[in-house]
């Protein structure tokens, strides 16, 4: 049997700990931790995990996107169990973008309890599922009230996330 290309020992890293197993790099980033199992962190290629399938989040985005009037950005992620979207409405209710990578935090409320937030998220949820499976449909909206970028004019997914999670905390 010839011998695997030099690439491939970058693709396939030694297994951390010697068992007598294969070790394959799936895109899933993670973490070991003292007791030897691996706490999920994410994934480098955008793709989200939910119950066992992979959403593509730029794709739920470029539907969802659909719905939207120019100026507007919607973010899907997942966030505790459930296919969120994060909505930012531009000139709803005087909300402003962070431009420049300015770091005031944005609220964040739920879609539902505005009338505007409350009309395109039923767009969104129609538009999405008429394209995409049901698991790619968001179970919940969110309104946020501008968008943190970073200097490169990029959307902070990560910041989102933050202010989102700690929105949807339990009181």
Known sequence: MP????????????????????????GDIGRWTSDGSITHLGRRDGLLKLDGNRINAAEVEQYAGKCLQPGDIVIVDVLNGELVAVMYLD???????????A???PCVWDATTDDTGSARAAAIAATVGASLPRYMVPSRFLLISHV???????????????????FLAPQ
Request: aromatic share 10%.
């Open 3 to 26: 011998s695997a290309p030099r690439w491939w020992s970058s693709r396939a890293p030694a297994h951390p700990i010697p068992i007598p197993s294969r070790f394959y790099l799936s």
């Open 91 to 101: 000139g709803h209710l005087d909300n402003t973008t962070a431009r420049d990578g």
């Open 103 to 105: 770091e005031s935090q």
């Open 148 to 166: 943190p970028f970073t200097a490169s004019r990029k959307v902070k997914r990560k910041a989102i996330r933050g202010f989102c999670q700690n």
